[in-house]
């Protein structure tokens, strides 16, 4: 394999080049496979995903994935000190400088003691090589595997293709000379927005630069089948989707904590599948980070309500996606980055998050349970400052974040957090929102 990166790969690379930039995924377990069954079932997934088994070379001002020769298997196994003992593991795996031009693109730590009923497995990834589709494929993979070697079974699959990078099945009317005319609007109307943004937010807080390092945390929210069902139902009554009002909520409950409750325009990324728009659509089996990320700006307060917010991002989404935005956004992430880097005069926005929508990963794999998922992105001082990923497991709303304390105190984070419950849990009880 030597298969040059593509625009949005290289934005990734970019990042990480700046400040570690990974993806850290946990599987917790009952009655968890022994430790050797693990590593097989990594050594597997390392034979059929050819960028398991790859590095990442830089060769006459280009990059490419490619093969290594004897590729190793980044697995260890760690003794479980307790049930919280994996938050550590995972800040660390967060801030921790991946050797990708000499090593595998991945590494995995499983917490695991032989006497104890529970265990974790940690996987992180170099960004550029996997999104929440394909995450949440691979897991499911290997804990199929897991439960299949335990059962003395034999596991095969056919080898996988490297994935092309995404601009390579972009629609035709996103190539060529019609890409030049998407891109040049797309352009004209971010450019637009930044000088509005610019006028609007002088001598209003922003989100702030900070001089000395910080570090980056994780918290996360778990709302219950409950919940979840009469959310669903909520928003189908609303006619919103509910990617837009959990944007909402996070925007209002970190325009309480951070921006004093106070209007104020507000940066928001959402990132987006690219998996479906593409042709042919890309299976979730195929690694790769076939994404894009949407910045918008929304004014907003903190006795904003959040069907009214909702509605509005709804709308900006549509547009976004009408005009080819997720198309244009991904060819062009890399200069805003590195625009970014360069000057270190602002920050990318004050929220950010990607919800996958319904997990691949299952309750039960044979002899053992799945009882909890999360996964997170690294958090930097040029990043948004309160990030999450969300997904739907077992019924429930797991939602993860990551916060910098240079931004915030493990308490305010907290309580954030609680807002955003606050307002969702409200927002399910409130009358219908009428225009």
């Known amino acids: ?49 050819p960028f398991l088994r790859g590095r990442l070379l830089q060769e006459k001002g280009k ?76 897991l499911d993979e290997l804990l199929t595997a897991c439960a299949s070697l335990m059962n003395e079974g034999t596991i095969t699959a056919s080898e996988l293709a490297p994935a092309p990078p995404q601009e390579s099945r972009f629609p035709s009317a996103f190539r060529g000379f019609r890409l030049s005319l998407y891109t040049l609007g797309y352009v004209l109307r971010q450019s637009a927005d930044e000088i509005l943004y610019r006028i609007q937010t002088r001598e209003k807080r922003t989100p702030p630069l900070h001089k000395n390092p910080s570090h980056g945390h994780i918290i996360s929210l778990c709302l219950p089948e409950t919940f ?8 189908d009554m609303e006619k919103v989707a509910p990617e837009a009002v959990l944007h909402a909520a996070l925007l209002i409950a970190v325009n309480r904590h951070l921006y004093a409750g106070k209007n104020v325009p507000m940066r928001m990324f959402s990132l987006w599948n690219m998996r479906p728009y593409v042709e042919p659509p890309l299976q979730n089996e195929n690694l790769g980070s076939y994404m894009s990320l949407l910045r918008h700006s929304v004014p907003v307060e903190g006795g904003l309500n959040v069907w009214q917010l909702a509605r509005s991002l709804q709308q900006k989404f549509y547009r976004s996606l009408k005009s080819g935005d997720p198309f244009i956004a991904a060819m062009r992430t890399e200069s805003l980055l590195k625009r970014m880097i360069l000057t270190r ?10 919800f996958s929508g319904e997990s691949q990963v299952k309750t039960q794999y044979g002899e053992f349970a799945v009882n909890d998922l999360h996964g997170y992105a690294s958090a930097h001082d040029l990043g948004p400052e309160f990030s999450g990923q969300a997904r739907l497991f077992h019924g429930q709303l797991i939602w993860d974040f990551t916060y910098l304390d240079a931004d915030m105190s493990d308490d305010e984070a907290r309580a954030i957090v609680e807002e955003i419950k606050s307002i969702l849990n409200s927002a399910v009880t409130s009358p219908l929102f009428r225009i």
């Not at 625009?7 to 917790?28: C, G, N, W």
């Not at 979840?228 to 928003?235: M, Q």
């Not at 920050?347 to 950010?352: L, N």
Request: hydrophobic share 40%; charged share 20%.
């Open 1 to 49: 394999m030597k298969r040059e990166l593509g625009a949005f790969e290289r934005a990734l690379v970019t990042s990480d080049q700046y400040a570690p930039f990974h993806s850290v995924y946990v599987v917790h377990l009952e009655t968890p496979p022994p430790s050797p069954i693990v590593g097989k079932a990594l050594k597997f997934l390392q034979k059929r995903h």
């Open 63 to 138: 990059y490419f994935f490619a093969s290594l020769v004897e590729p190793t298997l980044p697995f260890r196994v760690l003794p479980r000190w307790n049930d919280t003992h994996w938050v550590k593991v995972v800040e660390v795996e967060l801030e921790a400088h991946t050797e990708c031009i000499t090593d595998p693109m991945f590494r995995c730590t499983y917490l695991y003691d032989e006497n104890q009923k529970h265990a974790e497995i940690i996987l992180t990834f170099f960004q550029p090589i996997v999104d929440a589709a394909s995450a949440g494929r691979l």
């Open 228 to 235: 979840v069902t009469t959310f669903i139902r909520r928003t």
């Open 345 to 354: 005069s602002f920050r990318m926005s004050a929220t950010a998050l990607n």
